[in-house]
């Protein structure tokens, strides 16, 4: 059985900074495939950065040149470093892992950035 659990998440002020991280449990190839997600309030879910077999890394251009995507061994919590926080990038963010069959996701963190 996989698991993800993000923590990490927090109030903060517009500028500052909060890394969040996921936590997989369980049988999973590795590296596999894996994402940041978030959602707003009264918005759906988009992504935020995704991490290929390659450990290649993509943004989204609203997280392009302040948010990092990182993570070491399948043993080890991934990262996303959040830095210059907005008060739009308030919502709760998700991690995912891309298996075999299926895609896992966690229960979420809420980011609250204040202005």
């Known amino acids: ?3 993800l659990v993000e923590s990490g998440g927090g109030l903060v002020q517009a500028g500052g ?3 969040l991280s996921c ?3 369980g049988t999973i190839f590795w590296p596999n495939p894996m994402g940041w997600y978030r959602q707003a309030p009264g918005k759906g879910r988009g992504l935020v950065a995704v ?3 390659g450990d ?3 943004y989204a251009d609203s997280a392009k040149g302040r ?3 990182s993570r070491n ?3 080890n919590p991934v990262y996303l470093q959040m830095n210059s926080l907005k008060p739009e990038d308030t919502a709760v963010y998700y ?3 891309q298996g075999t069959l299926r895609t896992y996701w966690g229960q979420g963190t809420q980011v609250t950035v204040s202005s």
């Open 23 to 25: 936590a997989v449990s």
């Open 17 to 19: 900074s909060l890394r």
């Open 73 to 75: 061994n399948a043993r």
């Open 51 to 53: 991490i290929t077999c």
């Open 67 to 69: 948010f990092t995507f």
């Open 1 to 3: 059985q996989v698991q």
């Open 95 to 97: 991690c995912n892992s």
């Open 56 to 58: 290649v890394t993509n």
